[in-house]
């Protein structure tokens, strides 16, 4: 509690170029800018940028039924528990009916989560909380010297060795760290979405002063365990992988891919289409990989 969730939320709904649907336990936590607010209804805060805030008031299950009604569909469902919750179990509704779980996402104070691990009351929940976790946010770096937050992210990488930790301050963090691909078949939708006019196509930009990206399309089917040995052999310093997949050994489907972390899942996406292609993107630290590697491993 105290870490930061809500305001990272909040720059979530800001910056959204998405429809999202947030699941909150308390309208006034979520401290929403009011010049955002376009109406509200009982448990349902409409937003002018597309997104909704829904209330937690009357349980998980009422509040995702009240998403799954409304239309245009939510692009993104973000749920906000509160700090004691136990995130594998708020994750599993991830797996419900029309939903995918793109990843678990623990934010920590970098100035006291050590202490507060150490918490007679908390201390073990604290923990659990982190080994459930896609993605640690090590927020409110600004408030810690650069020893003492290389100290805080060592001491996360012994707890939880297959998240990536992301440092923040003010709960800034980019969008595209934190979600995968989105689940609609609206065309140039999906992670590359401007039409190559190559076979094959190699993409690479700076994020921002800490991560790069790199994107690679072509229009010919991939080897599944080429795919695999790909995701199997990412370096740790690759925050996320996401992409529609055409393989060789699925003709009449379209996966879609979503890696975070040391976590990769591949399933069924839709029917694959006349001009569907390879679309991939991955997010990492600077100099993680080079789009020559990701380019041979995909060949």
Avoid at 186 to 208: F, I, L, R, V, Y
Wanted: proline fraction near 4%; charge should be negative; aromatic fraction near 4%.
């Amino acid at each position: 509690m105290g870490a930061g969730k809500t305001t990272l939320v909040n720059h979530i709904l800001r910056t959204a170029d998405q429809r999202i649907a947030v699941l909150v336990n308390d309208f006034g936590d979520i401290n929403i800018d009011e010049d955002l607010i376009a109406s509200q209804d009982g448990d349902t805060i409409s937003l002018s940028n597309g997104c909704i805030c829904c209330s937690l008031v009357d349980g998980f299950s009422s509040a995702l039924e009240t998403v799954r009604g409304i239309e245009p569909r939510p692009e993104r469902l973000v749920i906000e528990s509160s700090g004691v919750a136990d995130p594998a179990t708020v994750s599993a509704y991830g797996h419900g009916p029309g939903l995918t779980l793109d990843a678990t996402i623990v934010v920590v104070d970098a100035e006291m989560i050590r202490k507060k691990a150490n918490d007679v009351y908390v201390g073990d929940t604290i923990i659990g909380q982190l080994r459930s976790a896609d993605i640690v946010v090590m927020n409110k770096i600004d408030l810690v010297s650069d020893q003492d937050g290389q100290l805080t992210e060592d001491w996360l990488r012994e707890r939880c060795p297959d998240a990536v930790i992301i440092g923040a301050a003010n709960g800034v963090v980019d969008p595209a760290l934190l979600f995968g691909v989105v689940d609609t078949k609206a065309p140039g939708s999906g992670p590359h979405n401007h039409k190559q006019h190559s076979d094959e196509h190699t993409n690479h930009q700076h994020a921002d002063s800490l991560f790069e990206s790199w994107s690679w399309s072509s229009s010919k089917p991939l080897s599944r365990l080429a795919v695999e040995q790909l995701m199997q052999t990412m370096p740790d310093e690759v925050v996320r992988a996401k992409g529609l997949l055409l393989l060789d050994d699925e003709p009449e489907r379209i996966m879609t891919l979503q890696r975070v972390g040391r976590r990769w899942t591949l399933h069924p996406f839709g029917s694959r289409g006349h001009d569907d292609q390879n679309r991939l993107v991955v997010i990492g630290f600077h100099g993680a990989i080079s789009g020559d590697w990701l380019k041979e491993k995909l060949l």
